[in-house]
């Protein structure tokens, strides 16, 4: 059933965006999971003040300038990530050259080619999904470890947005450099990543895109300085600590600021 949400709705773009993704499970695109999994993102970005923190961006700039510097990098999408951010994620692979491979938790090769169909629409050059060469991920059962052996597999960098822990995990125990898009910073997800995003996806997605339009024409030794002088410790930490303050404030006075 389709609604009228009227712009005037001081939640409209939070309605708009779970609209989208209940349009996309009806279409079999998202899972029922992922729709309450976007809910414990939604939960922390309310506590976050819905804004990209400078702790995000930092994170973001040095995950643009890793992906600049990766031999191969792999964007990973899943039924969430392309259902709200399809567009983004094209722009960012055009501009970083980097490869888009549909990759799904809950997997069926008919809901990766409606993803891949989806991203190829919104722009996809090169993708990887259904035909690809599949091999699997030691340490995560079949089919949840299936991934194709010129993506993910012979990667060395991978970003992934709204994932599952173990497979994070896993991705580090094959020795991938990984970046994590996340709303939780308490998620295995967020711990485990080389670089952890705490931002919104589609927000995330398209600082990066602006990021990589900045930083594609650096020399790489700037790029460098810019990853190693990168500190995931002190960004999660940031996160934690833009929480907490926002919870002081709001239980000292029982209100909540605006974000920055
Ligand atoms: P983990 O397995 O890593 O410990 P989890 O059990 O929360 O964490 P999932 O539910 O599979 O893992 O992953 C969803 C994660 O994505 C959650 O941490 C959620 O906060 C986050 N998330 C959901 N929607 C968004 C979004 N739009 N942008 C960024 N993060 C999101």
Known sequence: MEWHIPRSHPRYYSIIIRERLVKAFHEGIVVPQGLIAHGRGEAFDYILGETSHEFALEAERAAVALILLAK????????????LASHEIVELSLETNAIIEVNLFYRTEDRIAKIEDLLRKAGAKNILGVNCEKTLIPGLESPRGIVCKDGIYSADVVLVAIEDGDRT???????????????????RTAQSADITIVDEA???????????RELKGLDRRLLEQIVNSYDNRRILMDAFKTIRARLEEASSKGFILEAP
């Open 169 to 187: 995990q896993a991705l580090k125990r094959i020795k991938k450099k990984v970046i994590a898009i996340d709303l939780n910073p308490f998620s």
């Open 202 to 212: 589609i927000r995330a997605t398209k600082n990066m895109v602006k990021i990589a």
């Open 72 to 83: 191969k990098p792999i964007i990973s999408v899943n039924g969430n990530y392309a259902s």
